[in-house]
């Protein structure tokens, strides 16, 4: 499970690239996210809706997307509340305070569709969602440390020092935690580093004595082009290709169908650089070690 200091630290991409890197070192993988809280959905088979990086991730790891992948889609609608989407389909608009009351009914749901997942493949990649240290939400908490406990999942922790103040993030977030979850922590990567990472190496050493975990890697800052399909087309692959096709006459239904292709082809390419760099910043037989691959 990869789970993050604060929200936006890079537990999406991060989730990503490792189902990526499983993936090329031969296994099945697939991605997992109990609850997500957004407004970037996509509509897969039957008719189906799960947050769009669950899609992206699940894109990575080369597998079609399903429902189980994010069985709790949460959909912000204004002031009402928002739209409660279980596996897949849309189920009410609830409020913050009514959602919460529903929690403990919902892990059942979340164990059904992680259990379908680790029927199917060899190795399941958790992200969970915002911090695990906001304290007021542990209770019933169905995303981060209770998810973990729920499915028996160690995890890592993501800080992101592009923002400051990774160190300080990463140690209150762990020393927030009672012991039983701050065991389930088998170490942390420090995401989005711009510069020379030798003299990051003295905190690195001070923060592992601390918190007592070990720092499994400092992956770079790196221009990440996933999100949209349309963000993957760099202008001059796109001109390329555009004045390749502008020669042919092709049915609309033929372009449609190529841009596709040529999104897919880029996106998975994408990918492939990802990888290559995070394999390079991280213990990847590590992380293998605490996955019990």
Not at 18 to 26: E, S
Not at 58 to 68: D, F, K, L, W, Y
Not at 201 to 209: H, L, N, T
Request: glycine residues 6%; contains cysteine; proline residues 4%.
């Amino acid at each position: 499970m990869i789970q993050g200091t604060a929200s936006s630290v890079g537990k999406s991409v991060l989730t990503a690239i490792l189902c990526r890197i499983l993936k090329q070192d031969g296994y099945s993988v697939a991605p997992f996210k109990s609850q997500n809280m957004s407004s970037n959905s996509i509509i897969i088979k039957d008719n189906r809706e799960i947050a769009i990086a669950q899609a992206i991730q699940a894109e990575a790891a080369m597998i079609e997307p399903n429902e189980s992948m994010n069985p709790i889609l949460l959909k912000p609608m204004s002031d009402v509340g928002s739209l409660v989407v279980l596996n897949g389909l849309p189920y009410k608009i609830m409020s913050a305070s009514e959602y919460h009351k529903m929690k403990p009914e919902l892990k059942r749901v979340i164990k059904e569709a992680y259990n379908k997942l680790a029927q199917c493949y060899d190795v399941i990649v958790i992200e969970g969602a915002g911090s695990p240290a906001e304290i007021n939400l542990r209770d019933n908490d169905v995303v981060n440390m209770g998810l973990a406990e729920l499915v028996d999942a160690p995890v890592i922790l993501i800080g992101d020092i592009d923002r400051g103040g990774v160190f300080a993030s990463i140690y209150g977030t762990i020393m927030l935690m009672p012991e039983s979850e701050r065991n389930r922590i088998k170490g942390f990567i420090i995401n989005k580093f711009r510069g020379d990472v030798e003299l990051l190496q003295p905190g690195i050493k001070m923060i592992e004595e601390l918190v007592g975990k070990p720092c499994l890697g400092v992956v770079p800052y790196m221009k990440v082009n996933l999100e949209e399909e349309d963000s993957l087309i760099v202008k001059s692959d796109y001109k390329e290709w555009q004045n390749s096709t502008m020669s042919m006459e092709m049915k609309l239904e033929d372009i449609d169908l190529s841009l596709q292709q040529e999104y897919k082809k880029l996106r998975n390419k994408e990918f492939e650089r990802l990888a290559h760099i995070v394999r390079n910043s991280v213990d990847i037989d590590k992380i293998k070690e605490i996955m019990r691959l």
